[in-house]
């Protein structure tokens, strides 16, 4: 069997700050080949959101299809690490290091549940770029698999779900986002003569106003309000005795499954042009929101987890976005994963004993989907 530890230690010891590359992946393959596996590493894309490798590995099995995703990228360091962020040491019964819990330490702990006698259809669905662009990482992914006629009946995205201690929650959903920027164009004047000018600013106050008064929804039984947030305006005018020529401001919102991406910018073009007719509004989908009934699967992970801990585990869908937004056109997908205290933190840092305890539950879950 893999020692969790060990593999947490040397995917963290091949630096893969995003999009990963090479080393990472060469540590992944030499473990899951010799439990069988078939690996097909491929690199796609182009700058600037590419090229990004990933790692699609298969073993054949009886029974219903389990997937694992997740990604082996990290966000970079940062300043002020005790130690090297990417030197794996274990101080005080917690292993340190950039990726250690989002997520190389949740990957190394499904290769080392997955036993090497045979078994369910397993798949590892692995990307180099989910901190990134995530143009080319898991929807590739998932365009290989269509290809090749690979389709799982279950994907566990092992994202670090757990708040306050390992099991208390898992994601069965995720809110969608789309950002939509918003251009008024205005024309260029001195302020002692405005009627010779447009002023654009005005305009844009008084759609960020209209904006600022929508209440999209009141949230449902899993999901909490929809919300929309201006995060940021831009005029680049270094005169002061100068009309500008134009305004821009740009919106993030977070949505749930009352909303839709697409809808949701047609909605802000609407009250942009009710303002001003020649705004140009443009919006990027980074994902639709989407839930997992709770039902068979979310409650076999809860068996498991249940099992080593004691704890009854929350279904959530709070947080941000993550590649479970693409899985989860696949077949039924849950997130479950170690504690998200310290992700993206100096410092990054996960328990030893909470590696081999998240190896047990996903052995669990292995062992109850092919019962």
Partial sequence: MTDVLQLAQSLIRADSVTPAQGAVFDVLE?????????????????APDGPVENLLATRDGA????????????????????????????????????????????????????????????????????????????????DRMAARGIAPDLCLVGEPTSAQRLGDMMKIGRRGSVNIWITVPGRQGHVAYPHLADNPITPLVAILAGIEGVTL??????????????????????AHNVIPGSAQARLSIRFNDEQSGQALIERITAIARAHAPAAQV????????????????????????RAETGIEPELSTTGGTSDARFLSKLCPTVEFGLLNATMHKVDEAVAVDDLYALTRIYAGVIARAGA
Avoid: C
């Fill in 30 to 46: 030499a473990a899951l080949v010799p439990l069988g596996f078939a690996v097909d590493r491929f690199t796609v894309g182009e």
């Fill in 63 to 142: 029974g219903p299809h389990l997937a694992f995703a997740g990604h082996v990228d990290v966000v970079p360091a940062g300043e002020g690490w005790q130690g090297s962020p990417f030197s794996g040491e274990v101080r005080e019964g917690l292993l340190f290091g950039r990726g250690a819990v989002d997520m190389k330490g949740a990957v190394a702990a499904f290769v080392a549940a997955i036993s090497p006698a045979p078994g369910i259809p397993l798949s590892l669905i692995i990307t180099g770029d989910e901190e990134g662009p995530a143009v080319y990482g898991t929807r590739a992914l998932i």
């Fill in 217 to 238: 929804d009141t949230g449902n039984a899993w999901f909490q309000p929809s919300n929309i947030e201006i995060t940021d305006l831009h005029v680049g005018n270094p």
């Fill in 282 to 305: 443009t919006g990027r989908i980074s994902g639709e929101a989407f839930l997992t009934q709770p039902g068979p699967f979310s409650a076999m992970i809860a068996d498991a987890i």
